[in-house]
């Protein structure tokens, strides 16, 4: 297989094990971030994707080497925690807006000519906090989720005379090494016994969804969003 995937926040939780597993399953991937991890089947390219020149700067390098992308999966995002009203601070929110939807917008300005000749996919990886509300998480973080949501669906007509598909996923929460870190496996506990399935989502959940979304064979997917919850949110 010789797909190019840009997975974008691929160097840690979720995006990480998404970038693993395509290359497992014989994609080309490359990640992009801010952090410099070690691995052997990834290609990294730093990028900070609320700097327009790092966007431009990793689109170049990336065309450059290697002519197009056949798939965008972008992972990227930031978080605070959750606050009243009154903690508002208008510098956090720009932060967070500037990397979970300005640093999206930036990403598919640039690539969109490279998308729009493969006939590319793209998958954002949306959060609960969308569909609902973040239980830990701040407004803001809800709110950037909520923007990316409009945006996925409002780029599914735009696109749709180009045969890009763009599509989001909506994991619950999921057992990162980060969430393990940060919650005491009593805590984790009782976060899972709230659940119909009486689990977190692991990224294994996740990944294969991707997959699914950013392969050729899906023909007809777009504007679509797939909730990963465990039955916490239903849609049927």
């Known amino acids: 297989?010789?797909?190019?995937?840009?997975?974008?926040?691929?160097?840690?939780?979720?995006?990480?094990?998404?970038?693993?597993?395509?290359?497992?399953?014989?994609?080309?991937?490359i990640i992009c971030g801010r952090r410099t991890i070690q691995s052997n089947n990834l290609i990294l390219i730093k990028a900070d994707l609320r700097s327009d020149d790092?966007?431009?700067?990793?689109?170049?390098?990336?065309?450059?080497?290697?002519?197009h992308i056949d798939s965008l999966v972008f992972c990227a995002g930031i978080t605070r925690k959750n606050q009243t009203i009154e903690q508002f601070n208008e510098k956090e929110w720009d932060n967070i807006f500037n990397t979970n939807v300005k640093g999206f917008l930036r990403l598919i300005k640039i690539f969109y000519a490279s998308?729009?000749?493969s006939k590319g996919r793209v998958v954002v990886m949306n959060s609960?906090?969308?569909r609902s509300l973040s239980q830990f998480s701040s407004i803001d973080y809800s709110a950037s989720k909520a923007a990316l949501s409009a945006i996925v669906r409002q780029l599914a007509i735009e696109w749709s005379k180009d045969e890009i598909l763009i599509n989001s996923l909506f994991p619950s929460m999921t057992l990162t090494p980060m969430l393990q870190e940060n919650l005491t496996k009593k805590e984790i506990d009782e976060l899972s016994n709230v659940l119909p399935l009486k689990r977190l989502a692991k990224t294994e959940?996740?990944?294969?969804?991707?997959?699914?979304l950013i392969d050729k064979n899906n023909k007809y997917i777009t504007g679509s969003g797939i909730d990963i919850s465990g039955g916490q949110f239903l849609n049927g």
């Open 1 to 29: 297989m010789n797909e190019l995937v840009l997975v974008a926040g691929g160097t840690s939780g979720i995006g990480l094990d998404t970038a693993k597993y395509l290359s497992q399953k014989g994609y080309k991937v």
């Open 54 to 67: 790092s966007v431009v700067s990793l689109h170049n390098k990336l065309i450059k080497e290697y002519g």
């Open 115 to 117: 998308l729009k000749e």
């Open 128 to 130: 609960m906090a969308a």
């Open 205 to 212: 959940d996740i990944t294969r969804a991707v997959e699914f």
